[in-house]
């Protein structure tokens, strides 16, 4: 088996841990498993693109946060190389949902033992995202970004969207018009969610996936117009209340399209902000990245 390892070095855990003893941990658990000369790069997201792109190999061990992680996996689409994804980053959701564990050393020991399989993929415009598109009000979050993904308890998460809110002084809502089919939804709102395979439960505050392998997108379409009902419903998704909450209508697809006829607008793609003016056109890719999960 050839192996590339990719070190996120400015991924939270990374900086904490120290990107040597990450790459040594790495690199004693591919050798016990007879695999040696591992090709081992360690810089910013870009580097590690430019690597993946330009290396062969069976399998790519990449530890970094979901944004990292969703950037990798742009460069080993279709391909029968697969990823093993380290919870490197602060909320690590791919690594939740593919049921690996958030203690790096264990998380790569079931990886390696695990299966390949291929899991869905999403594509927004020309990026590749893993988890979900969140438009709106989310996106103008990046200042208190660390507070809400620290959040240990209901009335932590709460506190830390209240205070998000108070510090941008509002939560205005944009208008989307959302095609789904030949259907087109037009609604004001500030939470619009695009997610690759449905939400179905919560733990320890965050939203979950059972399955990646189901070939849709679930959109979520949400009636919220100011900064207490942009912390309720985001509440609603934490609490896994979503099904009970009036205010949410899921809609499965396998694309649609994003547009707003007023301004431009605010979103995140696996949790790294952007802004456009122009529509955005999001579709599932069923089964195209191959990763390694227990």
Not at 70 to 76: E, G, M
Not at 125 to 141: H, P, Q, S, T, W
Not at 192 to 217: F, M, W
Request: net charge negative; hydrophobic share 45%; with cysteine.
């Amino acid at each position: 088996m050839k192996a590339l390892v990719l070190i996120n070095e400015k991924s939270g855990t990374v900086l904490s841990t120290g990107a040597e003893n990450i790459e040594e941990t790495i690199v004693r658990e591919l050798r016990e498993r007879s695999v040696t000369d591992p090709v081992i790069v360690t810089g910013d997201w870009r580097a590690l693109v430019e690597a993946a792109q330009s290396t062969t190999f069976d399998v790519a061990i990449c530890a970094g946060g979901d944004g990292t992680q969703a950037a990798v996996a742009q460069a080993l689409l279709g391909k029968d190389a697969a990823l093993l994804p380290l919870p490197c980053g602060t909320v690590n959701l791919l690594c939740r949902d593919l049921g690996l564990s958030l203690d790096i050393e264990e998380a790569l020991k079931a990886g390696l033992d695990g299966a390949p399989r291929r899991i869905d993929a999403g594509l927004a415009g020309k990026r590749v995202f893993l988890n979900n598109i969140v438009f709106g009000a989310y996106a103008e979050l990046a200042e208190a970004r660390e507070d809400l993904r620290d959040a240990e308890s209901f009335d932590d998460l709460n506190f830390a969207l209240v205070s998000a809110a108070n510090a941008l002084f509002h939560a205005d809502p944009v208008e989307f018009d959302v095609h789904i089919g030949k259907r087109k939804v037009s609604l004001e709102t500030n939470t619009l969610i695009v997610s690759n395979n449905a939400i179905t439960n919560v733990e320890k505050l965050i939203p979950r996936r059972d399955r990646l392998d189901d070939g849709a997108l679930a959109v979520y379409l949400v009636s919220s117009q100011n900064g207490e009902e942009f912390t309720s419903v985001l509440g609603a998704f934490a609490r896994g209340a979503i099904e009970d909450d009036e205010r949410i209508d899921m809609r499965h697809c396998r694309a649609c399209r994003v547009a707003s006829p007023s301004a431009k607008f605010s979103y995140t793609v696996d949790g790294d902000a952007l802004e456009r003016s122009e529509p955005l056109h999001v579709k599932c890719l069923p089964g195209a990245l191959r990763v390694l999960s227990p």
